[in-house]
């Protein structure tokens, strides 16, 4: 049974995994009340569908952040946003006006 920090009640947790309208935060939110419900980490692999290594890192880092932790985290990586830019989508438009090289179906 893994050990969940008390950054938030069981209740909150659930709260919080049945009203987010991020569906991946939903999901961590979801893990975590499980496992501080008492729930194994195999128990909650088999509701989740996460792999055991990475409910044990998501538990980790809750208990070492707590909330700030879950939730998909990538758009926070400094990674800049990619848009098409108009030569590319000029190049796109073209492309789709013309019929596929193999004719389609």
Known sequence: ??????????????????????????????????????????????????????????ARRYNQIGPDALGDRRHRNGAPARLLTPELLDRLRTRLETPPLDGGT
């Open 1 to 58: 049974m893994a050990h969940i920090a008390e950054h938030l009640s069981v209740e909150e947790l659930v709260r919080r995994s049945r009203t987010s309208k991020d569906a991946c935060a939903a999901r961590h939110y979801q893990a975590i009340w499980l496992l501080a419900q008492g729930q194994t980490v195999a128990e909650v692999t088999a509701v989740t569908g996460f792999v055991s290594r990475w409910l044990e890192q998501l």
